[in-house]
């Protein structure tokens, strides 16, 4: 089991790419609105008291505290769903197990594809035919209405190195007539039964941009001739899509986890969501960021902006993009010099800084955050430039302002986040500082990327441009994971942080003895800050979540030590014992799991 998973997230996809082009989903009207959260009888008075062992607040001293540590074990809940008082209470009657935190929230990540990725054939690993066979054969027993023209099914995670040979239509007694489409470990390629290779025409031309594999046989397509298959793949409904989100919330439940930011939504999933957000299946807080269903585009009207009081749902950011999807892997992401080891190649850009600053504008001044995808520097210096002029234009629109007011501007009203902000030129990094842009970074691409980053990019561009955490302290970066492409589990990514290892193997970049650039790694409290605080503040919910105070939503979770007693290497075997949102216990550890890690 452990291994497998190890495998499953080990392998760093650019699955978003996939993900979002092939799951460009559409929905019907009829969503059902049926229950209500916090109406009826869900809204009984819950003023109950917890004590634990201890309980971190998180919340930062005040001028004349001695710290921020103050003792305390207890808080007790109002009404509504938040902390009404924290204090501290000894009688040991009252005291369950545990040393109880502010729940976990992921500043980057994508709830409708984890669930879809959570109900695939997970193929990751797989090291013949007959594993394959095997694996779709329980998925299939697992999942019986899988397979069928209506219903794909659909997996992740093959690759023909470790296979032997390229994949093909053919297929044995059990799966015939069956429908799969199964993406290639890296997403860029996908293979299909031979009921869907009978849907489309017997010769096919070949495809500008992509490939049709026609050797062994038919039934790989890669890049642009995914679009054949894909276009005829019957997408999933309502139905299906609100058994991702359910699944998806349990499993961030799981590890800690009490909210998120979607980065890109789709106008009809906000829909979705909010009819959602209205039940009590919706038990996870989600900050939605628009996604035209063009992306790179002008459509504020098509997704309305949603504010709950009870916070489960808000919607007032929108995602746009600057260079392209995926990492430095495939050499993809725009930079201003070539890459060091492809002098010929500088990546490439989604849009041209006109259009982004224009797009930038547009938004901010229809009311709606912006945070721009970057990976690359040539992209985060074109998404620095974008908001600097929405700010100059939305704040200071006459001449001679200073920057000081727009940095003011920005940390009152817009906010502008740099989506993974993972190159950024020294220069860019001032900006950044200058105007309080604030970066959200993943610290698990950080540890994913390490092997081969530094061949991309050259020693010195590493140096000073790369995966900062540290430099980036002041900006309050948002901390996230970019779940599915790397797993949800937030305490990976604080080992990641604090260590620069990879939680997986526990090491450094190949052949090096401590973790990768060191000196921008994260003490357990800035990281912490990250899953926490600055996750609230990058969505405008300070003082409301990733804190243990009077006024703020009551989610927590619960852990058999104190987070601040632990050691960087413990980090990444802690299994969450509880999880509550609202005041509800969302997620309880079944007791056979307790000593169940790998240690
Ligand atoms: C930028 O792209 C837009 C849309 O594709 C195009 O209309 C415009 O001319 C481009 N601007 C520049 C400066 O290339
Ligand atoms: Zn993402």
């Known amino acids: 089991m452990a291994s497998s998973a190890v495998i499953w997230w080990g392998v760093r996809l650019s699955l978003l790419a996939g993900c979002i082009a092939v799951v460009a989903l559409r929905l019907q009207h009829g969503l059902d609105g049926a229950g209500t959260k916090n109406g009826g009888s869900s809204s009984r008075q819950r003023q109950a008291t917890f004590c634990y062992q201890g309980v971190l607040t998180n919340v930062d001293p005040g001028p004349g505290d001695d710290d921020g540590s103050a003792a305390v074990n207890c808080f007790a809940l109002s009404g509504d769903a938040k902390f009404a008082r924290v204090f501290s209470d000894s009688d040991s009657d009252s005291v369950r ?42 998925y299939l027993d697992a999942n019986p209405a899988a397979g069928s023209a209506d219903e794909w099914a659909r997996g992740i995670g093959w690759d023909q190195m470790a296979l032997g040979a390229m994949p093909t239509a053919a297929a044995d007694e059990r799966l015939r007539g069956r429908f799969f489409m199964l993406d290639r470990v890296d997403v860029h390629c996908t293979w299909v039964s031979q009921a869907i290779l009978d849907l489309l025409p017997a010769h096919l031309p070949d495809v500008p941009g992509g490939e049709i594999v026609r050797t062994p046989g038919m039934g790989v397509f890669c890049d642009n001739a995914m679009d054949l298959v894909v276009a005829l793949w019957p997408k999933p409904g309502v139905a299906r899509k609100k058994t991702f989100v359910a699944s998806a919330m349990k499993a961030l439940h799981a590890v800690g986890l009490v909210g998120m930011h979607d980065a890109g939504v789709f106008p009809d999933d906000i829909a979705m969501y909010d009819a959602m957000s209205r039940t009590d299946d919706w038990t996870l807080r989600v900050y939605a960021m628009v996604e035209c269903k063009e992306r790179n585009t002008l459509c504020p009207d098509d997704a309305a902006k949603v504010s709950r009081d009870d916070g489960f749902l808000t919607v007032r950011s929108v995602k746009l993009f600057a260079g392209k999807y995926g990492a430095l892997g495939s ?156 797993p949800p589990n937030p305490f990976e990514g604080l080992y990641a942080a604090v260590t620069r290892k990879n939680p997986h193997t526990g090491v450094g970049p190949p052949g090096a003895e401590d973790g990768w650039h060191r000196e921008e790694a994260l003490s357990v409290g800035q990281a912490l800050a990250g899953f926490t605080k600055g996750a609230a503040r990058g969505a405008f919910l300070e003082g409301k979540a990733g804190v243990i105070r009077e006024g703020a939503f009551a989610d927590w979770i619960v852990l058999d030590e104190p987070l601040e007693s632990m050691s960087p290497e413990q980090l990444r075997y802690v299994k969450v014992r509880e999880t509550w949102v609202a005041g509800k216990l969302v997620y309880a550890r079944r007791n056979d799991d307790a000593d169940h890690n790998d240690l």
């Open 331 to 486: 050499w993809g992401s725009a930079m201003i010099e070539p890459y060091s080891d492809r002098p010929d190649v500088t990546g490439s850009l989604l849009v041209n800084a006109s259009t982004l600053t224009a797009l930038t504008k547009a938004w901010s001044a229809a009311g709606f955050q912006v945070n721009i995808h970057a990976i690359g520097d040539l992209a985060n210096r074109y998404a620095v430039d974008a908001m600097e002029a929405a700010l100059v234009a939305l704040c200071a629109p006459a001449a001679g302002a200073d920057v000081d007011d727009l940095a003011d501007c920005q940390a009152h009203h817009h906010r502008f986040r740099i989506e993974h902000a993972q190159i950024i030129h020294p220069d860019d990094q001032l900006r950044m500082h200058a105007l309080g842009i604030i970066p959200s970074v993943q610290p698990t691409h950080a540890t994913s990327d390490m092997a081969y980053a530094e061949r991309r990019l050259g020693a010195e561009r590493t140096a000073t441009e790369a995966y900062r955490m540290r430099s980036l302290l002041p900006l309050h970066p948002v901390l996230g994971s970019d779940f599915p492409v790397e």
């Open 97 to 138: 197990p545990g040393y109880a935190l502010p729940g976990l929230w992921d500043g980057h990540g994508h709830l409708l594809q984890f669930g879809e990725f959570l109900h695939s054939a997970d193929l990751f690993g797989s090291v013949s035919f007959d594993d394959i066979r095997s694996r779709l054969s329980r």
